[in-house]
């Protein structure tokens, strides 16, 4: 039987204190938000932290709220918030979709999209979606408040670009523009989507009032060492009314920014033929969605 190994566990009342606590342990602390994942790697051995710093305690970390140019989601929003959630299904599809699929329903109920990109996994379920709108995550640190894109907060696998005591406290998603959709594809291995992507893409697209793509996002998982995106797919887009040739051009230029590697789930070659399959299916939807949205 696994066994946890001894750590100190605190429950900060505060952010300050929790910046403190962080700052103070240097490398040695670990924050814990739903431990879904921390709590597995503890087990295994894969993280050994002397402190665990639990946030559940601070206020100002959950729910999800209209702000001005769109929403803000806590910290501490879990997996199933946001599948739940009628106004994102609506605003967000692909955060949406992108959320039901994350985990078995218990992991859901637990895990926290602060955490999700905490963890800087190129598999992140919530990554992709967030960086296809262009979406900002909300940092405290030592220093002070900033925002760092999303798409630049992954530093490689399995590391982030925040510094020694920062943490993330929400994350900032526009509103949909006019004549705008999205959509989340996942290919996992076992059905219903439960486990860890094999390959994963978000996609977003803008109409202008001619039809043509005016803006195009495409976020790309589990086929690089980060969070990627298509920008070659983009680029073809823009500009074009999409038809069926372009999707299927788009979706296979998307594969030239891929960089998948062999491992325990799908080769590399696996990935790369299965890819402009799910991108072309992403793009079709986020295409319907925008043809459908309001001017």
Known sequence: MLRL??????????LG?????????????????????????????????????DLKRIPGLGGIERVSGGSRLGALVTAEAIAGSATLRGSHRALWQAAGVLGSPPVRHMATIGGNLGRGSPASELTPPLVAYGARTCVTGPGGDREVPVEDLPAGPGQTCLGPG???TGVLVPGPAPRSGSAHRKLGKRAGGWDLAIAGVSAALTLDEAGAVAEARIALA???PTVLRARRAEGLLLGRVPSDAVLA???????????????????????????PVLVRRALEEALLQAQEAPA
């Not at 503890?42 to 402190?51: E, I």
């Not at 080769?267 to 299965?274: E, F, I, L, N, W």
Request: net charge positive; proline share 5%.
């Open 166 to 168: 920062e943490v993330i």
């Open 249 to 275: 051009e788009a979706a296979r230029a998307a594969s030239a920014d891929a960089r998948p590697i062999d491992d325990l789930r799908a080769s590399a070659g696996y990935r790369r033929a299965v890819l």
């Open 17 to 53: 204190e929790a910046v403190s606590v962080l700052a103070a342990a240097g490398g040695g602390a670990r924050l814990l938000a739903g431990g879904t994942d921390l709590v597995v790697d503890m087990k295994l051995g894969k993280a050994r932290p002397a402190v665990v710093v």
């Open 222 to 224: 589990s086929v690089g």
């Open 5 to 14: 190994p001894r750590f100190e566990l605190l429950h900060p009342a505060s």
